[in-house]
């Protein structure tokens, strides 16, 4: 059983809007439908999400009615990703399954309150590969908040105890710092756990639910449940198809180590 996050500075360009990167997309595609294990694929908004999020401010939960514009329209820009990435996915003979985190999760101050997985559970039992990504969702007590692919990363990780779980991110692994803006920055080849908590990083990107911060944290926790993490660059080639499948590659690996 695998885990993989696909993330939204791989298959979409996050500075302008709506836009995805196909090519890329769809080599990905081809290398997940070489891994025979059983696999969730999560997928982040990118800018079909973030944008719009930012814009109206949808994290901080609701505030005026021009949000519920804003609301409609970043969760129909997720959907039609999602179904770009659906299209790519069955081309490449992976029969997917979409399952968005509005119909399955409820938050509470951007913290799961009611989770339901009974879906993944059923779509993977029949031999599909369930599909799910970052979304906008409701919130008991903002009324509306973000629920990131890195959120649900460690939802299902605890649910469904992968063997791996694999992050693809637009950098070759996890750096010092962040190689966008520092020359100097050095790729980190093995973490452990409570490194994690020393990596400087910030924004590279218009990012709602906090970039690579948000991600580190997702990582340790999930490291913390006994699941060896890796991130590789999914911009290049066989990055994704040799971390799924155990195979050395360049990139970070963070062990697992029970907590
Ligand atoms: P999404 O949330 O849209 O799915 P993603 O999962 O692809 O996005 P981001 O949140 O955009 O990932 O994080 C990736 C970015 O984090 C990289 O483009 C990189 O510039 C930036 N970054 C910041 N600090 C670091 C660091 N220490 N190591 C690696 N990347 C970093
Ligand atoms: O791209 C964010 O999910 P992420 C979802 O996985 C929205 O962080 C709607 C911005």
Known sequence: ??????????ITDKNRLNVVRKRILNRLSKEISMVDDKIIIVHGAGSFGHILAERYRLNDGYSNENQLEGFALTHRNVRVLNNIVLDSLTSAG??????????FIELDNRKPKQVNLKTFRKTLDSNFVPVTFGDVVFDVSLHFSICSGDL??????????????VFAIDEDGIYSKNPKKYKNARLLTELSRDELSKITTDLTYSDVTGGMEGKLNSIAEIAGMGIDVVVVNGNKRDRVYRALTRRRTKGTIIYGEVT
């Open 1 to 10: 059983m695998l885990l993989l996050k696909l993330g939204g500075s791989v």
């Open 94 to 103: 992976i029969p997917s399954i979409s399952i968005p985190p509005i119909s």
């Open 152 to 165: 649900l990363m460690i939802l299902l990780a605890k649910e469904f105890k992968p063997d791996r779980v």
